[in-house]
Structures are given as structure tokens and as C-alpha cells.
């Protein structure tokens, strides 16, 4: 199921251009493994490992992962560990997993038991807020200065009503001569009582300062940034 709904979102009052709107409110910029979820970390972890792999071998958590991942139960489920360059210990139980210096798998350790693993695909986040994922709505007129974006959200289906929990807090937009750089800030709406979550697009417009033409369009919320489309 598709849920398609228009946001105006196009105000400039949602719109900061060359810096954050949400640094006024306070929070903290972090990183989250997963949109949508998953515990934050500081973005200092996105320099590179703290430790390298026998470093990391020789500490509590080092050793709870590697028994378990090496030669042990979870070795079949081990993913990508063997192949990781280093680790980074961001509390007592939790560990981020590196691949050329940046964080690929994130491991929840209590003590000698690991309790869960996952992939790390690393958004900002800003307190209850989240760098949304989004598409530019082909075809991209390179003249225009309003684009039309659509980003993933999330609904609530209970009985015969949807609805909508993701929405749009503010844009970020800052252009360069070669690039225009966006990101889309979510959150999500609490919903009381039980119902069937659905996966929606939720369409949006980005005000620019210049017509686009023809340089690339950029989603920073995401790490690395992911070019969004090939401009026409």
C-alpha cells in the first residue's frame, strides 16, 4: 500500500539555508545506525576507529564479540565481522564496527552475552528528530528554484483509518556553486493503542535560491551523503 500526501512544507519559515535551524533549539547534532530507529551516538565516532582489531580483542567487549562471532554460536550469522578494520567502544554495551573508517555494524554486549547486531547505515539525528531518506520526482526541471521532493515516512492503519506519524520538521538547504545539499529533518508522531505500520512517501518542496541546473543534488542527512538523482 502507497500512501501519497502533500506537505506544504515550501515555507520559508521550514527552510535554513547554509546552516541548521534545529541549532537553535539546543540539541545535540548525533548519528543513528538505522532511520527510524536504534540507540544515537556522537558524531566523533564517524572519524574512524578507536581501536584496531587486536586492540579491540583484548577489552570485555572485544572478547564477548569474538567468542561469540569466532568460533562460536553466532559464527554462522557473523556477517561482516571477520572482515572489520577496527572497532570503537561507545559505552559499556555498545560497539560500532568499522570498514574503511567508517561505522558498518553496530553490536549490543551485556556483559559475556551479545544480545543483538546489525547493520550501520549512519543518519544525523537531533534529539527526537531524523534526517529523512528522499528522491527528487523525476523528470528534474534544472530551471526550476522549487523541487519536488518525496521522502519515506510511516503510518498507523487501524481498522479502516490511516494514519500519518512521520512528519516534516525542517529543511536544510545549502548550495554551492556544484552542488545543492539537503537535508530533510523528520519525526514521529506518538500513536496511542495497537495498529498495522505501513511504509508511505510524503511529498515535499525545497525552496532553492538559484535554479538547480546543473549540479548535484546531494542527501546530507545521510553518511556519506548519497547522490539523490543524475540532473537531466
Not at 528528530?129 to 530551471?143: K, L, M, Q, T, Y
Not at 521532493?149 to 525542517?170: D, F, M, P, Q, Y
Not at 530533510?184 to 506518538?190: A, I, L, S
Request: aromatic residues 8%; negative net charge.
Amino acid at each position: 500500500m502507497r500512501l501519497r500526501v502533500l506537505l506544504a512544507v515550501g515555507a520559508v519559515s521550514l527552510i535554513a539555508s547554509g546552516c541548521s535551524w534545529l541549532s537553535t533549539l539546543g540539541a545535540e547534532e548525533a548519528v543513528s545506525c538505522s532511520y527510524g530507529g536504534g540507540s544515537s551516538f556522537s558524531k566523533i565516532y564517524l572519524d574512524g576507529p578507536e581501536m584496531t582489531p587486536d586492540e579491540f580483542r583484548a577489552t570485555p567487549q572485544g572478547r564477548a564479540l569474538y567468542a561469540f562471532f569466532v568460533g562460536g554460536e553466532g559464527e554462522v550469522e557473523a556477517g561482516p565481522f571477520g572482515d572489520l578494520d577496527g572497532f570503537s567502544i561507545v559505552s559499556d554495551s555498545s560497539v560500532l564496527g568499522y570498514r574503511n573508517g567508517l561505522p558498518i555494524s553496530d553490536y549490543i554486549v551485556d556483559g559475556d552475552d551479545v544480545r543483538a547486531w546489525g547493520g550501520c547505515n549512519p543518519t544525523l539525528v537531533y534529539g527526537n528528530r531524523v534526517a529523512g531518506r528522499w528522491h527528487a520526482v523525476e523528470p528534474i526541471d534544472a530551471s526550476a528554484t522549487v523541487l519536488p521532493i518525496r521522502l519515506e515516512g510511516s503510518a498507523c492503519v487501524e481498522g479502516s483509518e490511516t494514519n500519518i506519524i512521520t512528519e516534516v520538521v525542517s529543511i536544510d538547504v545549502v548550495e554551492t556553486e556544484d552542488t545543492v545539499e539537503i537535508v530533510v529533518w523528520t519525526r514521529e508522531k506518538g500513536f496511542r493503542g495497537m495498529c498495522a505500520g505501513i511504509g508511505i512517501e510524503l511529498d515535499a518542496t525545497v525552496e532553492l535560491d538559484s535554479p538547480l541546473g546543473d549540479r548535484a543534488l546531494l542527501n546530507t542527512g545521510l553518511i556519506p551523503a548519497v547522490s539523490v538523482t543524475e540532473i537531466n
